[in-house]
């Protein structure tokens, strides 16, 4: 069974995957995020992934 904090950080991987992401990039981004803000909810660790992984491709530019 998962911590729930293990919970949430598969949960982020699994959100920035749906959006297009690769695994990889995904894993590496929530792992990013996890470093600099903590143990903290999904809705806080899903926009700081956001922030640290590139954009998937054929995505419109960051405004």
């Keep these: 069974m998962c911590s729930p904090g293990s919970q949430v ?3 982020a991987r699994t959100a ?4 297009g992401f690769r ?3 995904a894993q590496a981004a929530v792992a990013r995020a ?3 803000v903590g143990d903290v909810a999904l809705d806080v660790l899903v926009p700081a992934a956001l922030r640290v992984c590139p954009r998937p491709p054929g995505s ?3 405004r």
């Design 34 to 36: 996890v470093a600099h």
């Design 9 to 11: 950080i598969a949960d």
């Design 60 to 62: 419109s530019p960051r």
């Design 23 to 25: 695994p990889g990039e």
């Design 16 to 19: 920035l995957i749906t959006l």
